[in-house]
């Protein structure tokens, strides 16, 4: 019995658009048209919302800013700042439950100084309570739960659970990896249908109809491509399943993220999040350990990390995301004030740099305001493109029923050359990218049933007329 897939159906056949005859895309074009259309119909509802939740984010960054204003500006700008463990003492005296998990100095002239504590009840785990003070008063301002490196507080951080898991946890976080995985499949074989078909665009110009949103549908498409693919890939790096493999592969080509030794005896094994003791006065104190990363080159805006036990040291490292990146780090030992160790950005591994970049210019810090704009615009237009593609797909029924699907059978004229390098390809990418790899193997099996179903109906109907 020969596949389903090389089989005539009961499809309404459709109409090659005209492309140059000489072109190595011809024969893959039918292909990349079935595979456009389906995973579009099929993935489009988790790209939407992940454009949707992920504009949101993008415009939470400004957002953040005006809500919570009273707690991250100070009310006047005084002439010097005290010292920061004044004003560390200060939100203990204000805060003393939990313990210092790391203190974040006021990085502007007008910006308030964040305590992070940790084990605070009511707080999540994962989370922190960012106590605020004024650097010229020691006044507490205020206190807010904060979550990840970039210091969101309740508001985005609520959005970015939204856009990550839908609130669902690590199961809801499928939903954003098998969206990041299709994205680039789908955005790669638009662009190629759009610019191997050159004399068709011609015809859509002042066009009415299907054709018509097809024009906009193509047109906004091929100029967003290059932005979807970059948010796809940079989607996945993070990602459960296949960001474990990209780690995995960066660590063989010995390109993953260093870490600081904090470890007084030399061991760069990394070091703990949180502070052992209930303050964060360790040694020498604060002021003598910030002044040392100072003297180190560390500028703002850094944040001090007490030792997590007696044989640990502080950790004093950048946390500017924004261009250029600051992202060096020294350990200071706690009873001399000496710098026992350095990191510098500039010697991280190309992969590794390339990775930080990646991921904050797919979260909107790396450019500040035109990044989050740029986030913002790009979400917008896959809104719009999954509208239009799901109105020419209602356009492709003429009105009077749902659009009708792509035939079979466009494999089957790709010449071998073409098509085992490319069925390998998709093979190696289905297998570290598996939320790609498996619904795509499950699909092809229900598309082959569908299609032995769709032949025997067929056979049978020929055979009783």
Request: a positive charge.
């Amino acid at each position: 019995m020969t596949s389903a897939l090389t089989r005539t159906t009961d499809e309404a056949p459709k109409a090659a658009d005209p492309t140059p005859s000489r072109s190595s895309w011809a024969p893959l074009r039918p292909l990349l048209l079935r595979l456009h259309f389906y995973a579009g119909l099929l993935v489009a509802p988790f790209l939407l919302v992940a454009a949707c939740t992920g504009l949101l984010y993008a415009a939470s960054f400004q957002a953040e800013k005006i809500v919570y204003a009273d707690e991250l500006t100070v009310s006047a700008v005084g002439d010097t700042k005290l010292p920061i463990s004044e004003q560390v003492t200060a939100a203990r005296e204000a805060h003393p439950e939990g313990t210092v998990a790391a203190v974040r100095p006021s990085p502007q002239d007008d910006a308030t100084t964040r305590v992070l504590l940790s084990g605070v009840k009511g707080v999540d785990a994962d989370h922190t309570l960012a106590v605020f003070v004024d650097p010229y008063t020691a006044e507490v301002q205020g206190a807010l739960e904060q979550y990840g490196s970039t210091g969101a507080l309740p508001l985005r951080t609520w959005i970015s659970e939204l856009h990550r898991n839908l609130h669902l946890g690590e199961t809801g976080r499928l939903y954003s990896e098998f969206a990041a995985s299709w994205l680039w499949v789908i955005a790669s074989a638009g662009l190629v249908m759009w610019f191997t078909r050159r004399r068709a665009r011609r015809k859509l110009r002042g066009t009415s109809g299907r054709r018509r949103t097809l024009g906009l549908h193509g047109g906004v498409g091929a100029w967003a491509a290059a932005g979807f693919l970059f948010l796809s890939v940079t989607g996945l790096t993070w990602s459960t399943y296949a960001g474990a493999n990209i780690d995995v592969l960066r660590t063989s080509l010995h390109q993953a993220t260093p870490s600081i030794s904090a470890s007084a005896g030399g061991d760069h094994s990394g070091h703990g999040a949180s502070a052992s003791a209930g303050g964060a006065e360790h040694g020498v104190g604060l002021d003598k350990i910030l002044a040392a990363a100072r003297a180190e080159g560390l500028g703002d805006p850094v944040e001090i990390v007490p030792p997590a036990d007696a044989a640990s040291t502080y950790v004093v490292k950048q946390v500017g995301r924004s261009y250029p990146t600051k992202q060096d780090a020294v350990a200071v030992d706690p009873t001399s004030g000496e710098v026992t160790d350095v990191l510098r950005f500039a010697d991280f591994p190309v992969l590794a740099k390339l990775t930080r970049w990646g991921i904050d210019l797919h979260t909107g810090v790396l450019f500040g305001l035109v990044n989050q704009i740029a986030l913002m615009l790009l979400a917008l237009c896959l809104i719009l493109l999954i509208v239009w593609g799901y109105r020419m797909w209602w356009q492709r029924g003429r009105g009077s029923a749902f659009g009708r699907p792509i035939p079979r059978g466009a494999w089957q004229k790709v010449p071998p050359l073409i098509l085992l390098p490319c069925v390998a390809g998709i093979a190696v990418l289905g297998y570290y990218v598996p939320l790609l790899g498996i619904p795509l193997a499950a699909f092809l099996v229900v598309d082959i049933v569908l299609g032995e179903i769709s032949h025997r109906r067929g056979r049978r109907a020929e055979a009783a007329a």
